[in-house]
């Protein structure tokens, strides 16, 4: 019989893991960044036609949209952390 603190423990394992894999998927909000240099753009777009960082002609290289950026080490914290509850659920229905 599985007590009701370790299925409660387990379950904010869960909960945890996954927020923190979510968290990794939707990332931060991102910024509009020069195409050729990745330079942040932000609040100097209109202003310009060239980029301040590396002179890049904006019609030539481009401006890369905002975009999520995927956090990796959340995704692997967070995949972790759903793995070891799976196992652990596992281990205490087996005992």
């Not at 030539?60 to 080490?73: A, F, M, S, W």
């Amino acid at each position: 019989m599985i007590s009701p603190l370790y299925i409660a423990l387990i379950a904010m394992q869960v909960v945890a893991g996954v927020w923190l894999f979510v968290r990794g998927l939707r990332g931060g909000s991102g910024f509009p960044s020069c195409g050729g240099c990745g330079y942040d753009l932000t609040g100097s777009l209109g202003s310009v036609a060239c980029c301040p960082e590396c002179g890049s002609a904006f019609a030539k290289v481009g401006i890369d949209k905002p975009g999520p950026r995927q956090r990796p080490l959340l995704l692997l914290a967070g995949a972790a952390l759903l793995l070891t509850a799976v196992c652990s659920l596992g281990i205490g229905l087996l005992r």
